[in-house]
């Protein structure tokens, strides 16, 4: 059914959750993953004109680095895979790769805000969920409460 897995990481540790479970279906299937960090550049567009663009390109790509290294370590050594790390709107590239790769799937981490956070800060994955042209699988990653669970009961709805 999968072949190949995209799973975008913004280098948070909460976000492992969602590679366990694009792990699980990778072994499942005989899939590989496609990590993917997205340098957001856009976010760093206000800065001072005196600010050294290359030295914060760098430190941004550094945590990419990072980050899909993260997932490299973190995968069974029975699943491959690949890692890129690519600049621009996180939402678009996500979306954008997905289709370029041709990817089966998207495995990707909601932190689950809702009410005024969600508003002023948007939400890359529901972004994802109504442009991607795969099915997008939905990890709650926030925080945990008792038993285990998310804190929050904030669903992402796919229409």
């Known amino acids: 059914m999968y072949d190949r897995i995209l ?3 913004d280098g ?8 366990e479970y694009a792990f699980d279906l990778a072994r499942a299937h005989g899939a590989s993953i496609h990590a993917l ?3 957001n550049a856009a976010g760093y567009s206000g800065l001072p ?3 050294a663009w290359e030295g914060i390109s760098d ?9 899909v290294s ?7 050594p029975e699943v491959p895979v690949e890692t890129d790390i690519l600049e621009g709107s996180p939402s678009r590239v996500i979306v954008d790769e997905a289709s370029r790769r041709g990817c089966d799937l998207v495995v990707m981490g909601t932190h689950g805000r809702g009410g005024i956070d969600r508003l002023l800060l948007g939400s890359v994955t529901e972004r994802v969920v109504r442009r991607a042209p795969v099915p997008v699988l939905t ?3 926030g925080p945990r409460g008792e038993g285990g669970r998310p804190e929050t009961s904030s669903q ?3 229409e």
């Open 37 to 39: 960090y997205v340098v």
């Open 59 to 67: 430190a941004l790509h550094d945590d990419g680095t990072e980050a």
């Open 70 to 76: 993260r997932v490299e370590g973190l995968a069974p």
């Open 139 to 141: 990890i709650q990653v």
């Open 49 to 51: 004109m005196e600010t």
């Open 7 to 9: 799973v975008p990481t």
């Open 156 to 158: 992402v709805t796919i």
């Open 12 to 19: 948070s540790s909460e976000v492992e959750r969602a590679f």
